[in-house]
């Protein structure tokens, strides 16, 4: 399985920038789909996330990110507008198929995500 997560970059605060995360080697339309984000030095952070069921966003993102899937290309975005400074991390988007509608679990241990992608740095410039 690999998750192969792109589209990071350098914006002005205020732009906006779209990531993709495409999957493969697995059953795609079966898992809910995750976005986390790091700062170095502190705990990843929940984000975004979204099944066939819909999707649920950090307070922090609410009417300025937007996730969304298409399970024919097995790829998951993360529409991010309005950017801010404090936007600035490395995006990650994991899988895992433990969840119950949009009942997603946000803050569980890494290893209980049943997969992750690498990476993609967002900074965003004041």
């Known amino acids: 399985v690999q998750l192969q997560a792109s589209g990071g970059g350098l914006v002005q605060a205020g732009g906006s920038l779209r990531l993709s995360c495409r999957a493969s080697g697995l059953i795609f339309r079966r898992y809910a789909m995750y976005w986390f984000r790091q700062v170095t030095g502190k705990e990843r952070e929940f984000v975004a996330a979204?099944?066939?069921?819909?999707?649920s966003y950090a307070d922090s993102v609410k009417g300025r990110f937007t996730t969304f899937r298409d399970n024919d290309k097995n790829t998951v975005y993360l529409q991010m507008n309005s950017l801010k400074p404090e936007d600035t991390a490395v995006y990650y988007c994991a899988a895992d198929q433990k969840y119950s509608g949009t009942n997603y679990y946000t803050d569980r241990e890494m290893h209980e995500y049943d997969f992750w992608g690498q990476g993609t740095q967002v900074t965003v410039s004041s």
């Open positions: 979204i099944s066939s069921s819909g999707g």
